[in-house]
Each structure stands twice: as structure tokens, then as C-alpha cells.
């Protein structure tokens, strides 16, 4: 089993904080999706990278994923109480069939404070 | 569009007792799964498939059956619940492409007592 790698677990900041999280393996991705998760629904896909050294905006959010296609990071800037939630990465590892069959992070579980 | 639906929402059981979760959508997607999450484990895959008719393992399949008789519907059985079975479901789809975005349903809520 090829194993995710993700940090923090919790997180609790104040509004208008910057914050990373960061997913790693030892393993090759062939992709990694970033997902955010609220209380009684299930995740919903923030965005996908595929290409190593890629950085990907998306508002206050940017994620990147490394050269060596083997680690993901979420940076937050200036984050807002509506940014409160369960994030979670999920890869695809070299190799397999990817489609679909995804690996989680253990997940962070964000509280951003008014 | 409904997307992936499950039921029940909620559902508390017996040990030993069976049942089965529902999963249908209707965005023709030909990958379905069934994850359970767990507090500090993130998600963790049950069973697949690929397509109607093809089904596999996942990384914890024991204790559970699926089939996929229909491209819409991929209902999950658990054959004589454990407590180790209480845990939130989530059934996903998505397109069989590389980099293809899951689609989750709101999950199953269950509790073997």
C-alpha cells in the first residue's frame, strides 16, 4: 500500500492568517487532487495537478506540486472563517490504473477564528 | 443534475446484522467506489469498478460485497456487521480518465452496536 503523508493534522488560526499544508510520499504521483471536505457532505474537488514544478491559483488559494512529483502543498493566504473545513489530497500513483483510484491524506482539519 | 445519492444517511445496526448501502448517479460515469472514513485516516477505498459487471478490491475490503449490475447503481453489503464497521460511507464516481475528479455523495452514517 503506497501511503500518503499528510501535515498538519490540525490547524487553528486567526482571520487573516497565512497557512500551508503539505502532502508527501515516497512514491512517484502520476496526479494529485486536493479536495475540501464540510461537516455531513462528502469532499469536493478544489483542482487537480498533473505536471511536476506546477502551481496552480485558484483566489486565496495556490497550490503546487514538487519537481520530483512526489509532494503537494496548499498555501492559504489571509485565510477566512469560511475557509474552515477538512482538507484532504489524493494521488494517483505512477503505475496504476489512476482513474479514480485514489489515495487519501489522513486530512487537515482547518479552524480559521473571526 | 443529482449527482451520486446514497441512502440511508443515517443507520445504526446490530452486530451481526446485514445491510445494504445504496449508491446511484446518474452522470454516466463508468468508475464507482465506496471509501470509509475514519477520524485521523483520511479515506480508505472498500471496492471499485471499473464498469457494469467489473468490480475489485480496495485497500480494506473485508467484511463487505459489492456488484455492479447496472452502470447507475453500486450498492455496498455488509454481510454480519462488526463494530469495527461503524464509520462513515462514501460512495464516489467519476470518468475513466487520467486525473478524472471524483464525485462523492453526502455519505451513510453507521453505527454497529
Known amino acids: 500500500t503506497q501511503l500518503l503523508e499528510q501535515s498538519p493534522q490540525f490547524l487553528s488560526i486567526q482571520e487573516g492568517e497565512n497557512l500551508t499544508v503539505y502532502c508527501n510520499s515516497s512514491?512517484?504521483?502520476?496526479?494529485l487532487q486536493w479536495y475540501r471536505q464540510e461537516p455531513g457532505e462528502g469532499p469536493v474537488l478544489l483542482v487537480t495537478v498533473v505536471t511536476g514544478g506546477e502551481v496552480k491559483k485558484l483566489k486565496r488559494l495556490t497550490f503546487q506540486f514538487g519537481d520530483a512529483r512526489k509532494d503537494s502543498s496548499l498555501h492559504i493566504t489571509a485565510a477566512q472563517p469560511g475557509d474552515t473545513g477538512l482538507y484532504l489530497c489524493a494521488a494517483a500513483f505512477a503505475g496504476g490504473t489512476s482513474y479514480g483510484k485514489l489515495t487519501f491524506g489522513q486530512g487537515t482539519i482547518l479552524t480559521v477564528h473571526p | 443534475n443529482a449527482g451520486v445519492t446514497q441512502t440511508p444517511k443515517f443507520q445504526v445496526l446490530k452486530t451481526g446484522q446485514s445491510m445494504t448501502l445504496q449508491c446511484a448517479q446518474d452522470m454516466n460515469h463508468e468508475y464507482m467506489s465506496w471509501y470509509r472514513q475514519d477520524p485521523g485516516m483520511g479515506l480508505r477505498l472498500i471496492h471499485y469498478?471499473?464498469?457494469?459487471?467489473?468490480?475489485d478490491q480496495g485497500e480494506v475490503p473485508n467484511g463487505y460485497n459489492v456488484s455492479r449490475s447496472t452502470t447507475e447503481d453500486f450498492p455496498l453489503r455488509l454481510l454480519s456487521a462488526a463494530p469495527s464497521q461503524t464509520s462513515v460511507y462514501f460512495c464516489a464516481s467519476s470518468y475513466r480518465t487520467e486525473g478524472s475528479p471524483l464525485h462523492f455523495g453526502n455519505g451513510t452514517r453507521l453505527t454497529v452496536t
Open positions: 469498478s471499473v464498469g457494469a459487471g467489473i468490480t
Open positions: 512514491s512517484v504521483f502520476s496526479s
